[in-house]
């Protein structure tokens, strides 16, 4: 689940759509949880520019075995 992902903007007023979301998101599942955290924070800083973001944004991990 996610609040807030769905809402960034980016520079061009582009909003992350929760399709480029998945495609990332099945690209880097096989990785630690942890770093998959860092990398989905880096991934939206990246897409978002220099646009502000004007909502917080939540999201939660886990790993299924």
Do not use: H, W
């Not at 990785?31 to 991934?43: A, G, M, S, T």
């Amino acid at each position: 689940f996610t609040d807030g992902l769905s809402d960034v903007e980016n520079e061009n007023d582009q909003v992350m759509n929760m399709g480029l979301m998945e495609e990332f998101i099945q690209r880097k599942a096989d990785l630690p949880v942890e770093e998959f955290n860092k990398i989905i924070l880096d991934f939206v800083v990246e897409f978002k520019g220099t646009k502000l973001i004007g909502d917080d944004i939540s999201f939660m991990s886990c790993k299924f075995y």
